[in-house]
């Protein structure tokens, strides 16, 4: 007799799924860039080494402030070229060279044929004489008696100049996944011999900037909708600061373990709001417009100060606590250095990977309570920014900018106290797994890539590894990247 033996079918994923996992991940090499470039802005303002600063005293500081901060603005200004190249070569396989220059290519033809398309899609500015013979009547009246100042003063405002297309950093975004995608498809064709000059991935610039056309052209026909939609979605999340901000930081927390959470940053972080600053340079997003002075910014950054610098080493230190004695001291040192990274940097995925998985329920409860810190300071009025995460750096960085920030540390100080209790309770009451709790047949430190039982009856409970972001406490498709707040 003929025994079959049944082939074991893999389980498919979400369609999908594993792509936006990768754009989330490639999301983080542009965002590498913001600490540079939010140093360098932040020590050349006035109140830095600028004129209210150190250069009052010391006036041969005064250029060294200009050249930071105009290194720093650099960046700022070509944050979507920036996020083109770096989410092309994040996302791409194999990427080299070519992948970064298609990016570039593609983003220089994008941003030129949608400048070209502008005046057909959005209207063309009122001429000079046009501008005028909308004047105050009276202001013309006084100008043909001499006075000319209130005539001059009108027309100094204008004319207007003409309003372009602007798809910001998702501009940026979408160019960049198209040249990582042409890359993947062009970089090995074989052409003619007469065009084998162009050929492999000579080829993958040449056809990123022909799709770039293609999408500035489509992307112009649907601006007008897409502003529309756009503003009227930023307007509700930036105008119901609580709710949006509640909401958001939930959200934020829970899509961490999916690695989605960049994908969510990057519309508040840096595409929500404007803000004109004296120079008259145009800034959008929490991040610039909050390091530009913005008062009104920060609505999606403040909250993650009192959660990252306080109620996370709070709950590091819970677990050390629930630890069993003869693991406590080993729970200590990986938990403490966790808790120390979090404190001074603002990089949690350490600490939270170490509970994320084998004690699920707290991370539910840590996502809610970080959308309450969000929605409390907004509610409060409180503001304060970062440029890579809400660690101490950028806390003390960005003190003399923030307001109120001295109501950081007290609320962050209550917000340590819930998190400490109530994890302590939770794990306690609910026998939860957390490091250093692991059933007696189970050794703190063993390799979890050793052979496990094999009997039908039992099955080992799931280790712990020394590592707080260990493998056991990961999906297998998420890298912890140790980058900026998601």
């Not at 996992?21 to 965002?31: C, T, Y």
């Not at 993650?304 to 709950?315: N, V």
């Amino acid at each position: 007799m003929t025994s079959a033996t049944a082939t074991p079918t893999a389980k498919k994923g979400i369609p999908g799924f594993a792509q936006l996992q990768r754009v989330g991940r490639s999301l983080m090499l542009p965002i590498a860039s913001l600490p540079a470039a939010a140093l360098l802005l932040r020590l050349g303002q006035a109140d830095m080494l600028g004129a209210d600063g150190a250069a009052g005293t010391f006036s041969w500081l005064q250029p060294v402030a200009d050249v930071l901060a105009s290194a720093g603005n650099a960046l700022f200004a070509n944050l979507a070229l920036l996020f083109a190249v770096g989410v092309a070569v994040g996302y791409a396989k194999k990427a080299d060279g070519s992948t970064g220059l298609a990016a570039v290519i593609g983003y220089l033809v994008f941003k030129g044929v949608s400048d070209a398309l502008s005046p057909y899609v959005l209207g063309k500015p009122d001429t000079p004489a046009q501008f005028l013979a909308g004047a105050d009547p009276s202001a013309l009246a006084a100008a043909t008696d001499g006075d000319f100042l209130d005539l001059v003063t009108t027309a100094i405002t204008g004319p207007p100049t003409q309003q372009l297309i602007d798809y910001g950093v998702l501009g940026g975004i979408v160019i960049g996944l198209t040249a990582a995608l042409m890359f993947q498809r062009y970089s090995r064709i074989k052409l003619p011999a007469y065009l084998a000059f162009f050929g492999g991935r000579r080829f993958v610039p040449i056809v990123t900037a022909a799709a770039a056309i293609l999408i500035a052209v489509v992307g112009s026909l649907i601006y007008p909708w897409f502003d529309a939609g756009f503003t009227a979605a930023g307007e509700w999340v930036t105008g119901s600061t609580v709710l949006g901000a509640f909401v958001y930081g939930t959200v934020n927390r829970l899509l961490v373990p999916i690695g989605l959470h960049h994908l969510l940053n990057s519309l508040p972080w840096f595409q929500f709001g404007d803000y004109t600053d004296a120079s008259g340079a145009v800034w959008h997003g929490d991040i610039a417009r909050f390091l530009h002075g913005d008062p009104t910014a920060g609505t999606f950054m403040t909250g993650f100060f009192p959660i990252f610098m306080f109620a996370l080493p709070a709950a590091a230190l819970a677990i050390i606590h629930t630890a069993k004695p003869k693991n406590r001291k080993l729970i200590g040192g990986i938990m403490g250095s966790a808790a120390l990274v979090a404190f001074v940097t603002g990089v949690t995925e350490p600490l939270e990977f170490a509970f994320m998985y084998v004690a699920y329920p707290l991370y539910a409860i840590h996502a809610v309570l970080t959308g309450t810190s969000l929605a409390l300071v907004n509610a409060l009025g409180i503001k304060s920014g970062f440029g890579f995460s809400a660690g101490a750096i950028d806390y003390v960085l960005n003190f003399r900018i923030a307001t109120m920030p001295l109501w950081i540390i007290v609320i962050g100080l209550a917000y340590g106290a819930v998190y400490y209790f109530l994890f302590r309770f939770v794990i306690t009451r609910w026998n939860l797994r957390t490091p250093g709790r692991e059933d007696e047949d189970s050794t703190v430190g063993t390799d979890p890539a050793a052979t496990p039982e094999t009997s039908t009856d039992q099955k080992r409970p799931p280790e712990v590894s020394p590592s707080p972001a260990g493998p056991e406490a990961r999906d297998p498709g998420e890298k912890p990247d140790g980058g900026a707040v998601r």
